[in-house]
């Protein structure tokens, strides 16, 4: 099957960027996601890229792919304390005749004010 | 308002005492499936659901079951609780499946304590 690994914490001063990574192990893996979860709540649908895409832009976030090196980032600028929250990295792959998620175990992101 | 519902949101409940937890979905979505959360862990799948009838295990299906009579509808069925079960569950539903363009759509999540 797929792993998908992510670092477990990330802390950053508000106003800042933030990067938060995820390495994946399928190279086959057609569409990668991010999901974040706030407190109290489920996994809301970030954004999405295709594994033929290099970059997606949308509005503070910037998603970067680098298929080589099986690695995914989610770049979000100007980072609010509305920003806190736990970020899942998911990523599909084909396995026992269909295609299943991974997700990652999720970044849990502390915004300073 | 396209959404997942979950109920109960909490539940506490005694060792070996049937539950049922319930998700449904107002999307007319064809895949549907279970995952628990718990610390360090991440998510992780429990069954999923490609359509009506058909079911298939996830990656930690011991101790529970599904069914899926209905399109809208997938209850998640502790036949004996036990402690090591006690974990925050989601339901998701997605128009096709894992792959989809949009995604899984989540609901708010069920705390489950077994004591």
């Known amino acids: 099957g797929e792993d998908v690994e992510q670092s477990l914490f990330l802390s950053v001063r508000e106003g800042d960027s933030s990067v938060i990574n995820c390495t994946y192990t399928?190279?086959?893996?057609?569409?990668l996601y991010w999901y974040k979860q706030e407190p109290g709540a489920g996994l809301q649908l970030l954004t999405y890229i295709f594994s033929n895409m290099d970059m997606k832009q949308d509005q503070r976030l910037t998603v970067l792919l680098n298929k080589k090196d099986k690695h995914l980032s989610l770049r979000i600028a100007d980072t609010q304390t509305g920003d806190s929250a736990i970020y899942f990295c998911?990523?599909?792959?084909?396995?026992?005749?269909?295609?299943?998620?991974?997700f990652g175990k999720g970044t849990k992101l502390s915004v300073i004010p | 308002e396209a959404q997942v519902t979950q109920n109960p949101r909490y539940l506490i409940t005694v060792t070996g005492k049937k539950l049922t937890v319930t998700c449904s979905q107002n999307m007319n979505h064809e895949y549907m499936s279970w995952y628990r959360q718990d610390p360090g862990l991440g998510l992780r799948q429990i069954y999923y659901?490609?359509?009506?009838?058909?079911?298939d295990k996830g990656d930690v299906p011991e101790g529970y079951k599904v069914s899926r009579k209905e399109k809208r509808n997938f209850p998640l069925i502790l036949e004996s609780p036990s402690p090591n079960q006690t974990s925050l569950y989601f339901c998701?539903?997605?128009?096709?499946?894992?792959?989809?363009?949009?995604?899984?759509?989540f609901g708010s999540g069920t705390r489950l304590t077994v004591v």
């Open positions: 998911a990523a599909t792959y084909s396995g026992a005749g269909s295609y299943q998620l991974t």
């Open positions: 399928d190279s086959s893996s057609t569409y």
């Open positions: 659901s490609m359509n009506v009838e058909v079911t």
């Open positions: 998701a539903s997605s128009l096709s499946g894992p792959g989809a363009v949009y995604g899984y759509t």
